[in-house]
């Protein structure tokens, strides 16, 4: 199970951290990866991050002003979000592939477990 937390509303400039705490498995086995969704729009790849947190991976339109990391000890995967942009509103889901498996790939049908969503809004 995968609970994700931290959006809100954002003034344009500012800086978010989505959380997103694991359950029910051991994490440190999995690729995780955050996705995102606005509406009308299919889901985009934003970032990933290998089971040891040692290698992230980027889509091409957050790459130097996001940042994905894991705290394995906590369960738990980061997005730090500066620089925030008003086309970076969606709804944000964190994601993990199937155990074992360390590609980082940026395809949502590579990601076998899904949490909720958090909205995050950017305002002008």
């Known amino acids: 199970q995968l609970q994700a937390s931290g959006g809100g509303l954002v003034q344009a400039g500012g800086s978010l951290r989505l959380s997103c705490e694991a359950s029910?498995?051991?994490?440190?086995?999995?690729?995780m990866g955050w996705f995102r969704q606005a509406p009308g729009k299919e889901r985009e790849f934003v970032a990933a991050i290998s089971q040891s947190g040692g290698t992230t991976y980027y889509g091409d339109s957050v790459n130097e002003r996001f940042t994905i990391s894991r705290d394995n000890a906590k369960n738990t995967v980061y997005l730090q979000m500066n620089s925030l942009k008003p086309e970076d509103t969606a709804v944000y889901y964190c994601?993990?592939?199937?155990?074992?498996?360390?590609?980082?790939?940026?395809?949502?049908?590579?990601?076998?477990?899904w949490g909720q969503g958090t909205q995050v809004t950017v305002s002008s």
């Open positions: 029910g498995r051991t994490f440190s086995n999995y690729v």
């Open positions: 994601a993990a592939r199937g155990s074992g498996l360390s590609v980082l790939s940026r395809s949502y049908y590579s990601y076998a477990y």
